[in-house]
């Protein structure tokens, strides 16, 4: 934890010194009726300008009569010449003037040399702050505070805990005055219960004071002073200071001077109030922070620490803890700034509650898990006594095993972790299981192994080691069951002597295992029941005939098929056939067009010429030595889509095996087909066929619905035959007049 604490803090440096490198940093701005000049801005509100021997910087701004203003300025070698009322004054340091008139005041800053002008410009101060406190319930224009909703958008927790403004001085976010004649001045800021009132002098020309009293029905001053004993250092940031509303009223601030004249401006924010309790996930929010009291609720497991710092302001809390359901009584911890506080669970802890106190606080949380071999556990310092007890809570040290980490947790008296071995195999089965460590601490810690019998939970061998020759290393054959291993601290008087909870560094170390099967053992053997026997045999006769119902089913279609086939072997003319029953109304086309689906798988069993014969005269035939096609025009009303060419086209492969085969239909002139319908039912895009595959021998019928305008259709296969591109065209077009003839 140390060494935490010392990141931490170096960190912040770091931090700190980047913010300020940056805050100096030039911007480019255009100054209202002036020059062009490099200024910088820091919050809202120019700061600065880095002038040249070359350049003047210049900025004007409009003020009306009796109005102030304000100007304080910080260099080595520069001239400032401010202009108002007609007359040019050179300021040295700093200057608080009242306008005379209306009119337009200008500043000029020049430099002999190139560097940086500090100066801080309040450039109108509307002087109408009552001089005489008011009463409770006198009525007076309450002071517009700037209210901020959620901290972590107001403030920049990096660089402060103070609210930061976005703005050059003027009224909302800031009390603007000019205290004259050690007279003091009034303001008031409305505020509901729960509120908090920051303050802080952000410009001061002399020495300044604000007391705050709350008035409700009654007036009370409140602690706490806001001073600024010397004129402040131009751009300088003192701490702010808060006040807290009890219930709803007013913040009435006295603001008062020792000098002739003091011109001020003061940052004011109304924060709102928390919650009456928060819930904060620290996987989401690292930060918790807030005014004048919070109670704040963590969820954690038993193997989580919190690792607390306070950011910018020591910070004073209760913390409890719920352990089962019931929180345990509160201990009170001062985190302070730069100093890391650990705070570690109970067992069987599941929440902290942090009840904060402070005007203003942030506290930065992060969480370090404590657990065994990644297991969300952490080991028990002893074994179980009996084998009915639960030993769910001791993590399980897998056999072969890359290693894993694990740790003596110190702080909370961790001096031993110990793990189960579960061991699986055969009856009389033996196991040769090693243990190793590997680790930095090595002198102080030992190994310990029991083998258990499994029914009495009694010893029946153990082994022990301690580090030999860089090594802490041991070895037991164990049988089948579960077996303890313990990690140990060779110290334990030493490595207790602080008390529960203290940062005491932890002992990690890694845990490895190998084991090696000496005696495969006995596989055991249990005979089936009589019942198992007989439902056996009957869930096999069934499963059996589950498995041949596919068969059956595909014998007796190819049954149906072959004596189809036969039967249409012995006829001729089947399509003139086809549309005779559709001329004399016997049959329905819708019930000829499933017939002729049917007949087209049936007549590719018989041979090329007996199935061109049994269709009738063809529309077109073509033949080459390794394919032979043929086309038919059928009635159109065997289509089954409207305004289609229905044809059927045969296809036999005489030689050779057709791959990425392809049928086109190809119009001579005029718009292309588009292939309408199917049967079977093959893949088809446009105006193509995807028939795949086709081996010698293979007899393809099938019927295509075209839709489109031209008067003839070419047909065309085309693909690769025993890996060579391969094409087959049919010499003549099939006309659209064929089916008009029909």
Excluded at 476 to 490: A, D, K, M, W
Aim: proline share 4%.
């Amino acid at each position: 934890m140390h060494g935490l604490s010392l990141s931490v803090r170096a960190w912040s440096l770091l931090l700190i010194v980047l913010t300020m490198n940056l805050a100096m940093l030039p911007v480019t701005a255009e100054d209202e009726g002036g020059e062009n000049g490099t200024e910088t801005v820091r919050d809202g509100r120019v700061i600065g300008v880095l002038t040249s021997p070359e350049q003047t910087y210049e900025r004007t701004w409009f003020i009306e009569q009796n109005e102030w203003m304000s100007l304080s300025v910080d260099c080595d070698q520069c001239t400032v010449l401010l202009e108002i009322d007609g007359t040019s004054t050179e300021i040295t340091n700093q200057v608080t003037y009242q306008a005379i008139q209306n009119g337009t005041a200008s500043m000029q800053i020049s430099s002999p040399i190139t560097e940086f002008v500090s100066y801080s410009l309040i450039e109108r101060i509307d002087e109408t702050n009552p001089t005489v406190r008011p009463s409770p319930g006198e009525a007076i224009s309450n002071q517009e505070a700037w209210l901020c909703t959620e901290d972590d958008r107001c403030a920049d927790i990096q660089s402060g805990l103070e609210a930061v403004p976005s703005t050059e001085f003027i009224n909302g976010e800031f009390v603007l005055g000019v205290v004259e004649n050690n007279q003091a001045e009034y303001v008031a800021v409305q505020a509901n219960a729960g509120q908090t009132l920051e303050l802080q002098v952000l410009h001061a020309t002399q020495d300044l004071s604000v007391q705050v009293y709350f008035q409700t029905e009654i007036e009370v001053q409140l602690n706490g002073i806001l001073t600024q004993e010397t004129a402040l250092e131009t751009n300088l940031r003192p701490d702010a200071e808060f006040w807290h509303a009890e219930s709803d009223g007013r913040f009435m601030l006295k603001i008062e001077s020792e000098s002739p004249r003091t011109a001020y401006a003061l940052k004011q924010v109304l924060h709102a109030p928390l919650p009456s309790s928060l819930m904060v996930n620290i996987s989401q929010e690292t930060i918790i922070q807030g005014h004048h009291h919070a109670v704040v609720i963590v969820e954690t497991t038993d193997t989580e620490s919190f690792s607390i710092i306070a950011l910018h302001r020591n910070v004073s809390a209760d913390v409890e803890q719920l352990v089962d359901g019931t929180w345990l009584s509160a201990t009170q911890f001062t985190f302070s700034v730069g100093t890391m506080e650990a705070l570690y669970p109970y067992p069987n802890t599941s929440a902290f509650r942090f009840t904060i106190h402070g005007e203003r606080f942030a506290l930065e949380v992060a969480t370090t898990q404590f657990d065994d071999l990644g297991s969300t556990l952490e080991a028990p310092s002893q074994r179980p006594s009996t084998p009915s007890m639960n030993n769910e809570s001791w993590p399980t040290l897998q056999r072969d095993t890359d290693p894993i980490q694990g740790q003596l947790t110190l702080a909370i008296h961790d001096t031993a972790d110990v793990y189960k071995l579960e061991i699986i195999g055969y009856e009389d089965s033996i196991h040769l299981v090693q243990v190793s460590l590997v680790g930095a601490n090595l002198e102080v810690l030992q190994i310990d192994m029991w083998e258990l019998d499994q029914t009495t939970w009694e010893t029946i061998d153990t082994r022990n080691a301690v580090r030999v020759n860089g090594k802490v290393q041991t070895a037991l054959e164990l049988p089948p069951g579960t077996h303890f291993v313990r990690v140990s601290h060779n110290d334990v008087s030493n490595a207790t002597n602080h008390s529960w909870g203290s940062q005491v560094s932890s002992i990690p170390y890694m845990i490895t295992t190998a084991s090696q099967v000496i005696d495969e053992g006995y596989e055991p053997y249990f005979p089936p029941d009589e019942s198992t026997v007989r439902w056996g045999e009957v869930a096999r006769w069934f499963m059996g005939l589950l498995f041949l119902a596919p068969c059956i089913y595909f014998a007796v279609i190819f049954s149906s098929n072959r004596r189809l086939a036969l039967e249409m072997s012995t006829k001729t003319q089947q399509l003139a056939w086809f549309k005779q029953q559709m001329d004399t109304g016997e049959v329905e086309p819708n019930t000829l067009r499933k017939t002729l689906d049917k007949s087209l798988q049936a007549i590719a069993q018989l041979d090329w010429a007996t199935a061109c014969t049994t269709w009738g005269p063809t529309d077109g035939e073509h033949r080459t030595d390794g394919i032979a096609m043929a086309v038919w025009v059928l009635d159109q009303r065997l289509a089954k889509n409207e305004n289609t060419l229905p044809v059927m086209v045969g296809i036999h492969v005489i030689k050779g095996q057709w791959e990425l085969a392809a049928l086109r239909f190809d119009a001579p002139e005029g718009e292309a087909y588009t292939i309408k319908r199917v049967e079977p039912r093959f893949l088809h895009r446009g105006e193509e066929i995807f028939l795949d595959t086709m081996n010698e021998g293979n007899i393809t019928f099938l019927t295509v619905e075209l839709s489109g305008s031209a008067s003839s259709v070419d047909i065309e296969i085309n693909g690769r035959c025993d890996g060579i591109p391969s094409a087959a065209r049919m010499p003549q077009a099939i006309g659209t007049s064929a089916l008009e003839e029909e």
